[in-house]
């Protein structure tokens, strides 16, 4: 059992950064993908950003390449996702997940992750 808590969120302004945090207690043996999930108001949940255990491979939604970086530090079991020239299209909760998986897998699809956290709301106004 893992349990991802993310911390972080808040309300920044457009063009502005956040920096999101997840911390993955519990049983954390094995090897796990991390990834960013959000869900903007109206919509259904999407993927943001994953990232596999060894950190070689990364998954970006379109939507945010080239302003979000996805990033982990496995002697802690943390993740983390930078948010940079934030949009007010990127208002959602967002949450932290893991998947068991091999080393070097960052899947994509939601149904490959078994943990979720509660989420944290990023707000940003226009």
């Known amino acids: 059992q893992v349990l991802p808590v993310e911390s972080g969120g808040g309300l920044v302004q457009a063009g502005g950064s956040l920096r999101l945090s997840c911390a993955a207690s519990?049983?954390?043996?094995?090897?796990?993908?991390l990834g960013w999930f959000r869900r903007a108001p109206g919509k259904e949940r999407e993927v943001v950003a994953t990232?596999?255990?060894?950190?070689?491979?990364?998954f970006y939604a379109d939507s945010v390449k080239g302003r979000f970086a996805i990033s982990r530090d496995n002697a802690k079991n943390m993740v983390f996702l930078q948010m940079n020239s934030l949009k007010p299209e990127d208002t959602a909760v967002y949450f932290c997940?893991?998947?068991?998986?091999?080393?070097?897998?960052?899947?994509?699809?939601?149904?490959?992750?078994?943990?979720w956290g509660q989420g944290t709301q990023v707000t940003v106004s226009s």
């Open positions: 519990g049983r954390t043996t094995g090897t796990y993908a």
């Open positions: 990232i596999s255990h060894s950190r070689v491979a990364t």
């Open positions: 997940a893991a998947a068991p998986a091999l080393p070097g897998w960052a899947p994509s699809s939601q149904s490959a992750y078994t943990y």
